[in-house]
């Protein structure tokens, strides 16, 4: 009877350890399998591998907008990634799973030059990184599922603007405000653009690029020229593509010259949370007649 036992115990673990073994490799060859199919369709733009032999006939994409159900428009649908980009570079940065359900870690970069979903070419470089949850069937790939940031996307295309945008612009007109030059130049990109209205004397250094040309040519001469200049009713409007337009009064007085109070703007460009690009627009006219000797 104890060898009876032993026996049956013996044959259970053998099942046991068979069976794991059996999903383990079959595990390891959906990894290999699916990892490659995807390099070659989004890096080599295969996209004939989205057939019947990868992906299971009633493959599903789950979508917000509605899932996308069949082969043939899991095609279409991907095939917008990669007709509406150029120079892609797909990276799976980690894979695992386990029975038949696959995590992916993935990264996308390349350059919007074509339409994608409806979305005409803005050249605009996009680097997103996301999620798939992925299920396979009878070592075919039945159901994926995205999660990625899309705000990110949208703003990386200029369609949205960072919100933090706004934020930025206030921090350097309340560090402009009590002086503090230093941070306002260190808000800036290395090569910033920087354009006075035209008719305003200190336009005549446009376009003024890098901080240190804005610092010598714009607020040296607005601290020597002045006996006072301070902003007044500064209001702040997120626009889009990364831009900011602040409505703003300038309320100064030149040395040896008149007090002003002059209605201005201005336009603001922001990459990666530093000024790029910056367009003054004001009343020349009242400045320079209070400019006047």
Do not use: C
């Amino acid at each position: 009877m104890k060898t009876t036992h032993k026996i049956i115990l013996a044959t259970l673990a053998f099942l046991s350890f068979t069976s794991s073994f059996a999903q383990k490799s079959n595990l390891e060859k959906n990894l290999k399998m699916y990892e490659q199919v995807w390099d070659d369709i989004v890096n080599q733009g295969q996209l004939d591998l989205i057939n019947d032999k990868n992906f299971d006939p009633n493959v599903v994409q789950i979508n917000p907008a509605g899932n996308i159900v069949g082969i043939a428009d899991f095609k279409t649908y991907y095939q917008n990634f990669i007709t509406g980009f150029s120079d892609i570079k797909f990276t799976v940065m980690k894979v695992f799973g386990q029975d038949d359900n696959i995590v992916k870690h993935w990264k996308f970069e390349g350059k919007h030059t074509g339409d994608f979903f409806g979305i005409t070419a803005t050249n605009k470089l996009v680097n997103v990184e996301g999620v798939t949850l992925v299920k396979m069937k009878d070592g075919r790939i039945a159901q994926e599922q995205d999660f990625m940031d899309n705000s990110v996307l949208m703003q990386q295309l200029g369609l949205t603007s960072n919100p933090e945008n706004v934020n930025i612009v206030d921090g350097l007109y309340k560090s402009f405000a009590i002086g503090d030059i230093p941070t306002v130049l260190a808000g800036m990109d290395a090569n910033i653009v920087w354009n006075e209205a035209e008719g305003n004397s200190y336009a005549d250094g446009n376009p003024y690029v890098g901080p240190d040309a804005v610092l010598n040519g714009v607020f040296a001469r607005l601290g020597a020229d002045h006996e006072y200049f301070k902003l007044q009713d500064i209001e702040l409007h997120e626009m889009s593509n990364n831009k900011v337009l602040a409505t703003l009064r300038y309320d100064g007085k030149f040395k040896d010259g008149k007090a002003y109070n002059a209605q201005a703007a201005h336009l603001w460009t922001l990459k990666d949370g530093k000024v790029v690009g910056f367009q003054q627009y004001v009343d020349t006219k009242k400045l320079a007649d209070a400019e006047k000797r």
